[in-house]
Nanobody, 122 residues
Framework: QVRLVESGGGLVEVGGSLRLSCAAS????????MGWFRQAPGKEREFVAR????????DFADSVKGRFTISRDNAKKTVTLQMNSLKFEDTAVYYC???????????????WGQGTQVTVSS
């Protein structure tokens, strides 16, 4: 059974930081490009970041470049999204996803986590 379990969401002030983690099981984690999407109220789910299977390369949405980083530990089957300099517009439910292919299409994702809420406030 495939499982993606996110943790680390919460309430943070503008300019603050949060770290999201995703624990994976039930599939060949080390062969998948992993990533994160987010969905704000009334908006479509959008790509945030992805990391290649070996961790050597990553892609980011323009809106988070320079503020977010992504990493993975294939031995522990985890992927982490470090979010710095958070803005109001980063408020959303964040979803761990696999695989996340080039272009970051949500329609090509096979597995989703349940999501974790990130709220940025003043």
């Amino acid at each position: 059974q495939v499982r993606l379990v996110e943790s680390g969401g919460g309430l943070v002030e503008v300019g603050g930081s949060l770290r999201l983690s995703c624990a994976a099981s039930g599939f060949s984690f080390s062969t998948y490009a992993m990533g994160w999407f987010r969905q704000a109220p009334g908006k479509e789910r959008e790509f945030v970041a992805r990391i290649f299977w070996n961790g050597d390369s990553a892609d980011f949405a323009d809106s988070v470049k320079g503020r977010f980083t992504i990493s993975r530990d294939n031995a522990k089957k985890t992927v982490t999204l470090q979010m710095n300099s958070l803005k109001f517009e980063d408020t959303a439910v964040y979803y761990c996803a696999a695989p996340v292919l080039s272009g970051g299409s949500a329609q090509r994702v096979s597995y989703w986590g349940q999501g974790t809420q990130v709220t940025v406030s003043s």
